[in-house]
């Protein structure tokens, strides 16, 4: 394929991705909200969809570098004896089956993570895969203080919801081709899972 065909191709993508995406409709319990986005909101999805996967992928790709990645140093250490999980984490640590098992799950979920949220695969599932380890964290380095809520980890959890909150997926991404399968049009309450 010619690269031109190419862009204008992606060119044309963008546009109705950002054209089909303006209108949104939400209800919760009797509230109903029916609102337009800005074009300039898409935008910021994207940016914000690729920027958290891209936080994500190199964070594990990371741990494969240099010395490779050992969880025991931060269950055992990093871990503040305030944080309400500080006693399950130095269990983590000390049994050596679930610390290894720790030590190949994180690098490789947040490789995984990444490059769905990149790719715009599966990208609502992903996205509670990362919030998921970012509470985690979280919860890990928690010191029972109020200032606690404005911790970076917990702020990237609540990122990560927004990004499956908004299906940024569907944004150039193949979220918007999976949701058009056969099996997710049978079962479309599979779109909360896989789109």
């Known amino acids: 394929m010619r690269i031109d065909i190419w862009l204008l191709s992606i060119t044309q993508h963008i546009f109705i991705c950002i054209m089909n995406i303006n209108k949104t409709q939400s209800k919760l319990g009797t509230i109903k909200n029916n609102m337009e986005i800005h074009s300039s909101s898409v935008v910021f999805i994207l940016i914000l969809r690729i920027l958290m996967g891209g936080m994500m992928l190199f964070a594990g790709l990371s741990k494969y570098t240099g010395d490779g990645f050992n969880a025991e140093g931060y269950l055992v250490h990093g871990v503040d004896s305030a944080s309400p999980v500080s006693t399950l984490y130095a269990y983590m640590a000390s049994n050596t089956v679930l610390l290894e098992s720790i030590n190949i799950i994180i690098p490789a979920t947040q490789v995984l993570i990444g490059l769905a949220i990149l790719i715009g695969v599966f990208v609502r599932l992903a996205a509670f895969g990362g919030a998921l380890q970012m509470i985690a964290f979280y919860l890990g380095g928690w010191e029972g203080d109020i200032l606690a809520l404005f911790d970076s980890t917990l702020i ?29 049009q049978k079962y479309p309450k599979l779109k909360y899972i896989l789109g």
Request: aromatic share 14%; charged share 15%; glycine share 10%.
């Open 156 to 184: 990237y959890a609540i990122l990560f919801l927004a990004i499956g909150a908004f299906a940024a997926g569907r944004i150039i991404g193949l979220d918007s081709y999976i949701e058009e399968l056969n099996i997710v």
